[in-house]
């Protein structure tokens, strides 16, 4: 059985920028749309929540696009919200299609049949993810190894536990990014967090872990504090710190080794 999801008026599920950089630098923003389509009637939530770091990553999409210009480098962003489907997750994870988080209720995600559920995923999920996937084979198979960077925001506590850092870098066991990065924070004066709140080894980084790690990439994952990246002020002044890790961090000719590690 078909089931329609998007009009012909909606947006396509993957975007992408600057798709003929020669730029080895790949940037991955898995959460950058609130968007549910009509058809989904808001899964049942209220529309408070559609602007809630429980529906996307607040800020971010605008930071990655400054990045990424400032780069010229090749960007791949999700349009639709997590709460319809996280591509950040493994198809086991129960947070894939969540009926429950951070105090909003998901009513049209509970009892959901398995029809619905591979519709979900063939019209989001996958698409997305195949972008991603046949990006890196693309820059893989002429020359051009990819260094790839993963760009989220967090917010400023959860569960009554405050955050303290400005930036977090979650990685698994490839040092090659994270370790620099976080020193050129460091020394930039920000406390920046080492897989925290979240590590980079616990299915947090789900299309690194699916996408990037098994192909032996240099990679990282970001996150920066919502609050920082809620105003166009903000924006602008955490893409210009992110840039500057990133030039004293993603030059280095070694990242463009295939390695595996862990």
């Not at 967090?193 to 789900?206: A, E, I, K, L, W």
Request: hydrophobic letters at 35%; proline letters at 8%; aromatic letters at 8%.
């Amino acid at each position: 059985m078909n089931i329609d999801i998007l009009a012909s008026d909606e947006p396509s599920p993957v975007n992408m920028i600057n798709e003929d950089s020669e730029n080895p630098f790949l940037f991955l923003c898995d959460h950058a749309s609130p968007f549910i389509p009509r058809s989904r009637n808001n899964l049942g939530i209220e529309d408070h929540h559609l602007q809630r770091h429980v529906a996307y990553d607040i800020g971010i999409k605008a930071v990655t696009e400054g990045v990424a210009n400032h780069f010229s480098s090749r960007a791949i962003f999700s349009n639709f919200s997590r709460l319809l489907v996280d591509p950040n997750r493994k198809l086991d994870n129960p947070g894939l299609m969540p009926e429950f988080s951070d105090g909003c209720h998901v009513p049209a995600n509970i009892n959901l049949s398995s029809e619905e559920r591979e519709a979900r995923l063939n019209t989001f999920y996958w698409p997305y993810q195949n972008k991603i996937s046949s990006t890196i084979d693309e820059m893989i198979n002429s020359g051009n190894v990819p260094i790839i960077i993963s760009m989220h925001s967090m917010t400023h506590e959860m569960d009554g536990v405050a955050r303290p850092w400005p930036v977090c870098v979650l990685w698994n066991y490839d040092p090659r990014i994270p370790l620099p990065l976080m020193e050129s924070f460091k020394r930039r004066g920000f406390k920046c967090g080492d897989n925290v709140p979240y590590t980079g080894r616990d299915g947090h980084g789900g299309t690194m872990d699916l996408q990037v790690n098994p192909r032996g990439l240099a990679n990282a994952l970001i996150e920066v504090r919502q609050d920082l990246i809620s105003t166009p002020e903000g924006i602008a002044e955490w893409t210009a710190n992110l840039i500057d890790g990133f030039e004293d961090v993603l030059h280095c000719p070694s990242l463009q080794e295939i390695k595996y590690y862990g």
